[in-house]
């Protein structure tokens, strides 16, 4: 919704969101399609890492997410 606001015609920023919400659905599914493949490319020592890489990321966005509401109470 913010990013349909920012947008002079409503429609152009209709277009955007659907666009990208599309544009995950595709690539998500094109992912998990492959996903047996990319699992042999990496191993079970490769999906271990890039599973505990993905964990930090994760949390490093929730600490931040945490930040951001403790400075906004202030």
Known sequence: MVIIQSYEKIITGAFVVLFAIFSAIIATRLVLGQSERIYQVLG?????????VMG????????????G????MF
Do not use: D, K, P, T
Request: proline share 0%; no cysteine; charged share 15%.
């Open 56 to 67: 930090i990321i994760v949390a490093a966005i929730a600490i931040q997410f945490i930040a």
């Open 44 to 52: 079970e020592v490769g999906s271990e890492v890039l599973s505990r």
């Open 69 to 72: 509401g403790i400075r906004g």
